[in-house]
């Protein structure tokens, strides 16, 4: 089935830049997602690309996708301790049946 | 914003009780789904619903059922807890069309003693 890879720990110092990596094995995929989750909290969805497209920048962050690789990175410029947090990257196809896969998650820890 | 709710937020129970995670969502979202979080952060879907009347069963087998007789909720019920099924549970609806961006509930922290 289809496989979704990241890496579970990256550790960073305050005002640096964070890359999160993360590997899939479906070519059928459409949309990829960056979801973020807060302690005590449940997913939020932080951004997603659709498959067609090399990078999307919103504001600090910015997807790199690598199709013929399948990597997808997500890089969070100038992050702040706000920013530690757990960070899941999914994949899914489009139609309506579909079910996402999930990665199992990276934990950012931001220190000062 | 997302508009979905999960009742109640933390649980306590005790072996054997059965009880039902409510799971509500105002968006009108065909899909809802039941994942099971480790402590070590994965998640495990246990349950998805395309619509009303549509239950399937996901990639972790679990004693739960579900039921989903309105768009708008979808509880996940354990007949016989135990301490095994101590876990963080997150509720989560998406549209059937479109980027199928997941909407997610705070959570139900479960512990059974």
């Known amino acids: 089935g289809e496989d979704v890879e990241q890496s579970l720990f990256l550790s960073v110092r305050e005002g640096d830049s964070s890359v999160i990596n993360c590997t899939y094995t479906?070519?059928?995929?459409?949309?990829l997602y960056w979801y973020k989750q807060e302690p005590g909290a449940g997913l939020q969805l932080l951004t997603y690309?659709?498959?067609?497209?090399d990078m999307k920048q919103d504001q600090r962050l910015t997807v790199l996708l690598n199709k013929k690789d399948k990597h997808l990175s997500l890089r969070i410029a100038d992050t702040q301790t706000g920013d530690s947090a757990i960070y899941f990257c999914?994949?899914?196809?489009?139609?309506?049946?579909?079910?996402?896969?999930f990665g199992r998650g990276t934990s950012l820890i931001v220190h000062p | 914003e997302a508009d979905i709710y999960q009742t109640p937020r933390y649980l306590v129970i005790g072996t054997g009780k059965k009880i039902t995670l409510e799971c509500s969502q105002t968006?009108?979202?065909?899909?809802m789904y039941w994942y099971q979080q480790d402590p070590g952060m994965e998640l495990h879907l246990i349950h998805y619903s395309y619509g009303v009347n549509s239950t399937e069963k996901g990639d972790l087998s679990s004693e739960s059922t579900v039921s989903r007789i309105r768009t708008e909720h979808f509880p996940l019920t354990l007949e016989s807890a135990r301490p095994s099924h101590t876990s963080q549970y997150l509720c989560?609806?998406?549209?059937?069309?479109?980027?199928?961006?997941?909407?997610f509930g705070p959570g139900t922290r479960l512990t059974v003693l």
């Open positions: 999914a994949e899914s196809e489009s139609g309506g049946s579909y079910i996402p896969t």
């Open positions: 690309i659709f498959s067609n497209m």
């Open positions: 479906d070519s059928s995929s459409t949309y």
């Open positions: 968006m009108g979202h065909d899909k």
């Open positions: 989560a609806s998406s549209r059937e069309r479109g980027t199928d961006t997941q909407y």
